[in-house]
């Protein structure tokens, strides 16, 4: 993985509670997890790296209700360490210098349950019968020990060992599996930098079945029931792929994998290379079509061009609602045009108190935020032209790749491509509270 930009491990701070750790960055999490489905019992092992960015005599990591046994700093005889409820305090024997690249081994166990969130409960969750993780924002710490910051992204490599009967999926490419006593051990290795938020570990009574989306080689896990269902409505993952790699440029990872769980969710998840939806989302007649698209265009917006800080969010989901509209326009359906005009008819009759390029923590999520940032890229559209635009999007997943962005980052780039001066444009739409016009 190449350099993190300056203030990589202390940016995205702002719009999540608690303390930031300060001074370091990860590199990489080695996570063995040992799970009990039955009991909900989980023992784990997390081997960290990272570089301090400054002298460290403490250092923090974020860790949720899970209860530390162990913590050993390689190279140190002694590490002390104290835990809160969702802080974890390492104290080594001797401050690490500045610009010293070290590893920390953190044994843990217990009930891993969601974290409390104002968004609602987020992380590890139990299923009918399986798990899911659902960690954006702050849900990481909810299954291991981390630096949960938007901004520092790292690789992972993710070994699970539970009972023979469920599937477990994570981010990444399957390395390994094999049964040993009844029990299924599973090794993933995501070697792209990933954002705590967007780790994954899925766990059901699946069929694994892999299959191409285009060009892109692809997993359907989903119980065997919901086979013929998954099979009509992820189907349309293929086109998808082909159409939105013309639009964004090559799809970022090596694979895409999609989770169908038996259990309905209330809207579906994105993770890196990774997307789940509930049984409700496959009714076998498309009817959560363009939540399928939304997800898909995740992996350039969002996973693999990834925030500095939360306030830029509509960078990601303004993105992946846009692409809704892009993909009903490249299938013969209703034109971006048309929806952009309609989604902007009803925003108009909405509360105008939302700043598209600084929401704060409250409306981060707010639908506002998604809907307005799609109208924000199709006046950006309307006002460049196709081709330049195209050729923006390009350029925008293709320099940012694997790495973090900003708003002002993408102003400045849509300015090359842009025959006219564009700050009127943005500032309207990212800071007006009022709806501007469509050109």
Request: glycine fraction near 8%.
């Amino acid at each position: 993985m190449g350099p993190k930009p300056a203030g990589a491990a202390s940016a995205g701070k702002s719009y999540v509670p608690g303390t930031p750790n300060a001074g370091y960055s990860v590199d990489s999490y080695d996570l063995d997890l040992r799970y009990r489905v039955a009991t909900n019992r989980l023992d784990a092992t997390a081997v960290i790296v990272a570089r301090s960015t400054q002298d460290l005599p403490k250092l923090t990591l974020d860790l949720s209700r899970l209860q530390v046994s162990k913590v050993k700093l390689r190279g140190s005889r002694t590490t002390r360490f104290t835990q809160t409820a969702n802080k974890l305090t390492v104290i080594p024997a001797a401050p690490i210098p500045a610009g010293t690249t070290f590893e920390l081994t953190v044994d843990y166990a217990g009930a891993p349950a969601p974290r409390p969130s104002p968004w609602g409960p987020v992380g590890w969750e139990e299923l009918e019968d399986g798990v899911l993780v659902a960690a954006q924002p702050t849900g990481a710490p909810s299954w291991f020990p981390c630096n949960d910051d938007v901004a520092d992204k790292a690789s992972y490599s993710i070994r699970v060992a539970t009972e023979h009967a469920y599937t477990v999926v994570c981010n990444g490419e399957l390395a390994d599996h094999r049964v040993i006593a009844g029990r299924g051990h599973w090794h993933y290795v995501q070697e792209e930098p990933t954002a705590t938020y967007l780790a994954t570990l899925q766990l059901g009574r699946y069929v694994r079945t892999a299959t191409e989306f285009g060009s892109v080689p692809g997993v359907l896990a989903y119980p065997p029931a919901l086979r013929d269902r998954v099979m009509a409505d992820f189907g349309k993952v293929a086109p998808m792929m082909v159409a939105f790699e013309e639009m964004f440029g090559p799809y970022p990872f090596g694979n895409y994998t999609v989770v169908v769980t038996a259990d309905d969710l209330e809207i579906p998840l994105e993770s890196q290379a990774l997307a789940t939806f509930g049984a409700n989302h496959a009714d076998g007649h498309g009817g959560a079509e363009r939540l399928i698209a939304h997800e898909l265009a995740h992996q350039w917006f969002g996973n693999s061009v990834g925030l500095s800080e939360w306030k830029d969010i509509w960078l990601n989901e303004g993105f992946a609602c846009y692409s809704e509209w892009l993909w009903s326009e490249s299938k013969g359906g209703p034109s971006a045009d048309t929806l952009a005009r309609n989604f902007r008819r009803y925003l108009v009759g909405l509360p105008t108190e939302l700043v598209l390029g600084d929401p704060g923590p409250q409306l981060m999520f707010d639908d506002r935020v998604y809907k307005r940032g799609a109208l924000t890229l199709h006046a950006l559209r309307r006002t460049i032209g196709d081709g330049p635009f195209f050729d923006l999007l390009r350029a925008w997943t293709i320099e940012h790749r694997f790495g973090l962005a900003t708003t002002d980052d993408f102003r400045r780039l849509a300015q090359t491509f842009a025959a006219r001066d564009l700050d009127a444009l943005f500032e309207s739409w990212l800071f007006d509270a009022a709806v501007p016009r469509l050109p």
